[in-house]
């Protein structure tokens, strides 16, 4: 039944973030390419300059938890059963992604949210595997 239900799910999800990544919240097109590739350090002043926890559990947290339900793609293309396909594949679709918000100047292409996301999605594999362990017969 999990299987099943990702499988309905899982499109208009990934559609829905595709949305929130070029025209979400309030997005509208830069006058300039813009391009953080200094790791880490962009995330920590990030931090640094937000105004409340909120603005940064927004942004930080979810750029690691709305990514989490990619880390179950191995339940419908059996090739992403293993962690290293599963991220090598991702991580080419989001450093695509983020190419895209750059040259459509409706995001910024940052590292940082390739690594945060790759992480979400590393959870994600991990809980997968959980949930394929602890209840076997309801992946159907």
Known sequence: MLKKSYK???VPYTLF???LMFF???RTQMEDNLLTIEPIFST????KGCISWKEI???VAGN???FIPFGFLGWIFPRLQSLQNLLFTFIS???IVEALQYFSRMGIFEVDDIILNTFGVFLGFLMKNF???RFPNRMV
Do not use: H, P, Q, R
């Open 8 to 10: 309905i799910i899982i």
């Open 17 to 19: 973030l595709l949305y």
């Open 24 to 26: 979400g919240m309030g």
């Open 44 to 47: 920590i002043n990030f931090i």
């Open 57 to 59: 559990v927004t942004i």
């Open 64 to 66: 690691v938890v709305m």
């Open 93 to 95: 679709a989001i450093t």
């Open 131 to 133: 949930i394929e362990k």
